[in-house]
């Protein structure tokens, strides 16, 4: 009898919990509704109640607390002011950490410390942050989770702070100068990882065949992106400013040379700075060039031992680095750059013929490199004088620049307007259909000569 007794009051409680747990799922509903259908109405006021309710009594409920959460307290922010926005912040930082604990498949560690630096920055003085504090967010997301740092203006906030903590004598222009090759190869690899990404697309396309509707959307994502990263690139850049002279960095690194001359990356860093402010013609140059070669012989090392040989006039002994630089390099996303570094070594010394199958070369290695176009265009355009038989035939080339031209702003987004603006300068320049009338050629093919050695074809008129 007693235990059936005990059996009965067992059964009481669990259906007395049931009844609970249905009670709970029930107005965890009803509250998930009202909040949901405010929020798709943008009546975030009202929808915050149940939001809340939802939050404290049932976090696990359903993923959607966390989505319209975001969205709800983002508003709260907005529209306030005082002591009560920095607690809006705060807790948007709060609902981002109970995110990942509760829906680890939505959010990431990195995620978040990614959101968390960029509402740091972005609410700044309401948060009354220093440059090291909003630095430090972005240096604990760099360091924790660097495949998490995708964010364009994130990077260059995060160089731009250790700028203005510089211009506060706070850190040594040394630090500016890691933090700035930190940034510029992290933004590198995000282009590289777009610019794979595009490739296929652009090739498609530039075999004729259309893009259907998922991939012409990725297409104009990831050419945003990279017009993203382009222009972070430049303001990094500009930022830096003087500080990159080579009043500068010619005296930085006879200091720090003994300490540094083994360490392949300090040596790369010290030596692609002093080529890329021109600061060559001293011969600490010299130094560092030998010394990185020394210490990591590669596809890097032995171009600028190239470019050494030949402002020294060594051209013969100079060529065989340009050679091995490229065969050594095996990457084609980097090969391919190293391709647009030789086209434009080769075409600063008049050699456009050579220079011209180096920006082929790069263009093969990545198809949405448009600026390879643009060089070659440029070496047209500058050679029509000089190639060309007769007065026609030497404007007839500004059509083959022109053509060259238009297939940049094909392949690179960011280049369409540029490119589109070049080609109507050269097509300008190229035989009219008063010209062609008077020629009496329409249709013809023309042989241009000298390095060139293209034909081009007369428009009918």
Known sequence: MMKTRFTLLLLALFMGFNVGFAQQDEECMLNLTIMSDYAKSKKYDEAYEPFMKLRNKCPKFNYAIYFYGDRILKDKIERASG???????????????????????KFTAGGNLQDK??????????????????????DELYKKSPESFTNPKGLYAYFSSIVDMHDAKEVEVQDVFNKY??????????????????????????????????????????ESYLEAYDKISGSIDSKLGILANCEVLI????????????????????????????????????ELVKAYDESSPSADTKFFVYNLLMKQGKE???????????????????????????????????????????????????????????????????????????????????????????????????????????????????????????????GETIRIGCWIGLSVTVPKI
């Not at 009354?128 to 430090?136: A, M, T």
């Open 181 to 222: 090759d930190d940034v510029t190869d992290k933004i590198g690899q995000e282009i590289d990882n777009y610019t794979e990404k595009l490739n296929p697309l652009v090739e498609k396309e530039e075999a004729g065949q259309e893009l259907d509707k998922k991939e012409a959307q990725y297409k104009r994502q990831y």
């Open 251 to 286: 005296p930085l690194y006879k200091r720090d040379f003994d300490k540094f001359k083994t360490d392949a990356v300090w040596l790369k860093r010290a030596v692609s700075r002093m080529y890329n402010k021109e600061c060559t013609d001293d011969p600490l140059y010299t």
């Open 316 to 442: 013969r002994e100079a060529k065989p680095y340009l050679d091995q630089s490229y065969d050594l390099e095996k990457d084609p996303l980097k090969k391919s750059k190293l391709a647009m570094r030789f086209g434009k070594s080769l075409r600063a010394q008049g050699n456009f013929g050579a220079a011209r199958n180096y920006f082929q070369k790069s263009v093969e290695l990545n198809p949405s490199n448009g600026r390879a176009h643009i060089e070659i265009a440029q070496m047209y355009a500058a050679s029509a004088n000089n190639c060309g038989d007769t007065t026609f035939n030497k404007r007839a080339v500004f059509w083959l620049a022109a053509a060259e031209a238009r297939k940049a702003g094909r392949v690179d987004a960011n280049l369409r307007s540029y490119a589109e603006g070049l080609a109507a300068n050269y097509e300008g320049k190229a035989p009219q259909k008063s010209d062609i009338f008077t020629e009496g050629n329409s």
């Open 83 to 105: 002591a009560e926005k920095v607690n809006y912040i705060n807790d948007l930082m709060k609902l981002w950490d109970e995110g990942l604990a509760n829906f680890p498949d």
């Open 117 to 138: 630096a960029m509402l740091k920055l972005d609410y700044k003085d309401a948060l009354r942050l220093s440059n090291k504090q909003v630095y430090d967010a972005f």
